[in-house]
């Protein structure tokens, strides 16, 4: 298979039309329904849709007591996700473990992946990835957290697999931190109200190459275990993101805060009462990847 994501440019060239357009079966073209899909996505989803039709691919995938199962085809997994249908977190865990590298390493499951987290990347990139990198990134970044991804992620893939795309997006490589000088999980997570650093775990190696990787593995645990909500996680990388932008501590907050209609003191309430949460967790998340 393949080692590198298939660009949403050259997948787009697939021959996939969408309802009403006229499929044409001379040419072997089956219709699909992209109306559920925002504009943007419907390249890809086109062709995505077009070759799990045409191979057979979904029922093959759809074995008795599989969470493919419950879905005749991915435009109908599609939008019971969109729908908030508890079942396609594992419907994404399967498909994850069908296109990682070491699961089923096909790529055809893995752009599968990223289409079923469609309005988790439209997040990412409009939100809080903004003036960092185009949604193609996001996309990009996605495929690859599949591909690289163990096949065994279970229900919590979707927010694993988003929050992975994240990291490898913040990366100084990457453009979001390289301008700034470095960003330590210290300096990030130190209360605003803190004179000093009065740690009792340092979680940052400042010889470390990539600073935010303790982070976001941080986050991504304590998203798992139930320390923080993904709300909290969001609040933290819009307050960094405008940090890395260049804006000091407080203004961060207040430009945060009017994003979400809330006072400045708010947002860093909330921030200290996230952050003291990952703090007394430390140990136990030490512990866990020990």
């Not at 940052?204 to 923080?228: H, R, S």
């Amino acid at each position: 298979m393949s080692t590198t994501h298939p660009s949403c440019t050259s997948v787009a060239q697939t021959p996939a039309p969408c309802r009403g357009v006229g499929a044409d079966p001379a040419l072997g073209l089956v219709e699909v329904d992209l109306s559920q899909f925002k504009a943007p996505w419907r390249p890809l989803a086109a062709a995505v849709l077009h070759t799990l039709r045409s191979s057979g691919k979904w029922a093959v995938w759809s074995t008795p007591g599989s969470a493919l199962s419950h879905f005749a085809s991915l435009e109908e997994a599609c939008a019971a996700h969109e729908r908030g249908d508890a079942r396609c977190y594992q419907v994404v865990a399967e498909l994850a473990a069908l296109g990682a590298r070491r699961g089923g390493d096909d790529d055809d499951a893995a752009l599968a992946v990223v289409l079923m987290l469609a309005r988790g990347i439209d997040k990412l990139a409009t939100r809080l990835l903004r003036d960092v990198c185009e949604i193609d990134h996001v996309n990009t970044a996605v495929w690859e957290e599949v591909k690289a991804a163990e096949p065994q992620l279970g229900a919590r893939a979707a927010q694993y697999l988003l929050q992975r795309a994240r990291q490898r997006l913040c990366r100084p490589a990457s453009g979001m931190v390289s301008r700034v000088e470095s960003i330590s999980l210290e300096h990030y997570t130190e209360p605003a109200t803190s004179g000093g650093h009065d740690w009792s775990i340092d979680l940052a190696d400042p010889q470390v190459e990539d600073p935010l990787g303790d982070l976001v593995d941080l986050l991504a645990w304590a998203t798992g275990v139930g320390v923080i909500d993904a709300a909290e996680v969001d609040l933290l990388i819009e307050l960094l993101a405008e940090e890395t932008a260049g804006l000091a501590r407080e203004e961060a907050q207040r430009v945060v805060g009017e994003r979400h209609g809330v006072a400045m003191r708010t947002v860093r309430r909330r921030r200290d009462a996230t952050t003291a949460r990952l703090r007394d967790a430390a140990p136990a998340y030490l512990a866990a990847i020990a």
